[in-house]
């Protein structure tokens, strides 16, 4: 009788797995305004540091974050999306 089951076992697994590739992280909120609002989908080195949108949307953001890590000094070498536009 188990014999019967084991095929829809493992493509319940298989379905399992995709549903699990499927599911999307939470974006940071530091980071929402680049996701969301920008229409770029990449920035110039240098550029995501500078930009004014992405700036003012962080100074509306509490200064710290629940760990205790600062917003407001965010690293310019990572390759991240502009919410300058």
Avoid: H
């Amino acid at each position: 009788m188990l014999r019967i089951f084991a095929p829809l076992r493992a493509s319940f697994g298989k379905l399992r797995l995709w549903l699990k590739d499927q599911i999307v992280a939470d974006v940071p909120p530091e980071d929402a305004c680049c996701e969301f609002d920008c229409r770029k989908t990449q920035c110039q080195f240098g550029e995501w540091a500078n930009c004014k949108n992405r700036l003012s949307y962080l100074a509306t953001l509490p200064a710290k974050d629940a760990e205790g890590t600062s917003r407001s000094s965010p690293s310019p070498t990572r390759d991240r999306t502009c919410c300058g536009g």
